[in-house]
T-cell receptor
Framework: DAKTTQPTSMDCAEGRAANLPCNHS???????VYWYRQIHSQGPQYIIH???NNETNEMASLIITEDRKSSTLILPHATLRDTAVYYC??????????FGPGTSLSVIP | DTAVSQTPKYLVTQMGNDKSIKCEQN?????MYWYKQDSKKFLKIMFS???????INETVPNRFSPKSPDKAHLNLHINSLELGDSAVYFC??????????????????FGPGTRLTVL
């Protein structure tokens, strides 16, 4: 089962790209990497997931290293509404999702 | 339309009381979950149900009893409430029911949370 480590907090200037790193060095070959975020006082929100290839959707891009030991979530043009805690997910068996402490991202005007 | 809804949003009660939190999802998902987020903001899974059957039961006091009358509903009943039960409780649902835990359709949709305060 993969365990993830993320920086505790990060700042990003509004309009700039926010790059949030995650280490998952023990991830197994068939485990996906998921990213969620939690805006203050709301339920967590799914952002994106990937296995081996880089992924992009309307919210973000996910870059996974070739060895799959780490990934980076990219918010291309951060806005104030992107201020949230971002979770890189460690998956265990049968849908059990383990949320770590995440990275608290502050987007600064 | 709200995908995952919870009621009530806030719940304030005395120690020793029994209370319930209701959760409904209109996404047609097979799997539903309860999570607890404590004051330190750690989000921990409590239970998971797949098609009304319990599949994950973490180390949770037996004062907590989930009930799933159908696959669209997963309610949480708490007996003999204690101060340490104060937290935000989130309900969630996901489509995947394969059990492999590796499906690409494993994204979870969360409700808005219920803030429980035990006095």
């Amino acid at each position: 089962d993969a365990k993830t480590t993320q920086p505790t907090s990060m700042d990003c200037a509004e309009g700039r790209a926010a790059n949030l790193p995650c280490n998952h060095s023990t991830i197994s070959g068939n485990e996906y990497v998921y990213w969620y975020r939690q805006i203050h006082s709301q339920g967590p929100q799914y952002i994106i997931h990937g296995l081996k290839n880089n992924e992009t959707n309307e919210m973000a891009s996910l870059i996974i290293t070739e060895d799959r030991k780490s990934s980076t979530l990219i918010l291309p043009h951060a806005t104030l509404r992107d201020t949230a805690v971002y979770y890189c997910i460690s998956k265990t068996s049968y849908d059990k999702v383990i949320f770590g402490p995440g990275t608290s991202l502050s987007v600064i005007p | 339309d709200t995908a995952v809804s919870q009621t009530p949003k806030y719940l304030v009660t005395q120690m020793g009381n029994d209370k319930s939190i209701k959760c409904e999802q209109n996404l047609g998902h097979d799997t539903m979950y309860w999570y607890k987020q404590d004051s330190k903001k750690f989000l921990k899974i409590m239970f998971s149900y797949n098609n009304k059957e319990l599949i994950i039961n973490e180390t949770v006091p037996n004062r907590f009893s989930p009930k799933s009358p159908d696959k669209a509903h997963l309610n949480l009943h708490i007996n003999s409430l204690e101060l340490g039960d104060s937290a935000v409780y989130f309900c969630a649902s996901s489509q995947d029911s394969t059990g492999a835990g590796t499906s690409p359709y494993n994204e979870q949709f969360f409700g808005p949370g219920t803030r429980l305060t035990v006095l």
